[in-house]
């Protein structure tokens, strides 16, 4: 009887049995790991510093809804309601230079405008290109073709995740600060499907959760949606998405890949043709549903 207790209590503070568990359970490796010498916290700490330093591929994507002005409708103002900040991802597909976010925060709203904010002040506009509601994600190109950022994403693979990985999200303020930040936590739970009484508590909320997740322990804030999480080598395993009372989600690195595979050979078939998609061939699945 107290078991059955215990459990609803966990449900009742937003936090299933699963969750509470692995949480718990990944803590405990982690202690294990520094108390057996194989985490040192002099070369943790360093290694944070390291990936932190290092992290120039993270860029704040700054999006920008007009509407009529009541004044005068033939002058076009930002709605604010609308409009807002987040962060990105920069990588390289097929020779070309992509950011990678969140398509809850690049949606197609009437007359956006996004722009890509980087640390140092520099500022280049960007479009969507694709968009994928079931796992989150969207693609935004620069519309500076000749733009060459000096650093990019490299991925990693998020099927290989255990309960207990030490991970990294890097993110902003949802202000127009370009103050950059880190998180550091564990996967609490491995890449899955959500379970009931995830997108049960985020129905609620009005909120969809990605068909596939990584569930993990680094505390986001909202200018955090599309930027990334990040493994201890480097490597951007996911893509972070929705922050709950207990824990923050992202959309798996392996299976955003693979979806972008899916929409090339989508339009490879259509076309008759075999070489690598660029950035204007992609420009075909703006905004398309995986």
């Known amino acids: 009887m107290w078991i059955f207790l215990s459990i609803m209590g966990l449900f009742l503070i937003g936090k299933s049995a699963e969750e509470w568990f692995l949480n718990n359970y990944a803590k405990q490796e982690v202690a294990i790991a520094v108390q057996t010498g194989k985490i040192s916290i002099q070369n943790f700490e360093e290694t944070i510093q390291r990936i932190y330093q290092e992290a120039d591929y993270v860029i704040k994507v700054q999006k920008i809804v007009f509407k009529k002005s009541l004044a005068d409708e033939s002058e076009m103002i930002p709605d604010e309601s609308k409009s807002g900040f ?26 956006p405008k996004f722009f890509a904010h980087f640390r140092n002040k520099e500022k280049q506009s960007l479009e969507v290109v694709a968009s994928n509601s079931d796992l989150d994600f969207a693609v935004l190109a620069f519309n500076d073709k000749k ?26 303020w949802a202000t127009e600060d370009l103050d950059f930040m880190m998180r550091n936590g564990i996967v609490v739970k491995p890449v899955g499907p959500p379970n009931f009484f995830l997108k049960s508590r985020l129905l609620i909320s009005q909120i969809t959760v990605p068909k596939k ?3 993990h322990s680094a505390q986001i804030a909202p200018g955090f949606s599309g930027g990334p999480l990040v493994l201890l080598n480097g490597e951007v395993v996911g893509v972070n998405v929705i ?15 693979e979806a972008m595979e899916k929409n090339d050979e989508k339009y490879r078939q259509s076309k008759k043709i075999s070489e690598p998609i660029t950035v204007t061939a992609s420009k075909v699945f703006k905004n398309q549903k995986k």
Do not use: C, Q
Request: glycine share 8%.
């Open 86 to 111: 987040g962060a990105g991802i920069i990588f390289r597909r097929n020779g070309a230079y992509y950011v990678l976010s969140a398509s809850h925060l690049a949606s197609d709203d009437p007359l």
């Open 243 to 257: 922050l709950t009372p207990v824990t923050s989600i992202a959309s798996p690195i392996n299976e955003i890949l």
């Open 147 to 172: 733009f060459h950022p000096e650093k990019v994403a490299r991925f990693g693979n998020s099927s290989a995740l255990k309960p207990g990985t030490l991970v990294l999200a890097f993110g902003f």
């Open 213 to 215: 997740i990584i569930t």
